[in-house]
């Protein structure tokens, strides 16, 4: 059983931003987080006592990815597609209430409801309005 969660955010100086996206798993092993954007790096931590946070930088993408997947059992690609996957299914169940309607909630927090029972369907957090 692995949790999947995919955060996107903005970094960079001010006039030159980059958009990143962070992948994390939390799975029997500990989590991973594969992090792309204007730097590219890999952290994970093990579940085992005393393990510390390993982080990997400057080894070029495919490596990260070949870590990614061999602590996951799942490419990045297809562990980005998990909460999407997870979210469409949301979607149908809600899609006989009516619309569904965006609104905003704490900063940098945007989230999709259903316009019927008023359920959440979805959650954005853009860490970059806050920082
Ligand atoms: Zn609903």
Redesign the pocket.
Known sequence: MSTVTVKHGVEGPHHDPYSYDEIKVFNHRGWIMIHLGLLEYVEFQLNTPGAQKVRIEHRGVDTLYSVFEAFTGMTADRAAKVPLDLQSRKYR??S???EPVVMRGYPGETLTV??????V?DYDFNESAII
């Open positions: 169940e809600h006989a209430h009516g259903c316009g019927g029972c008023g359920e369907l």
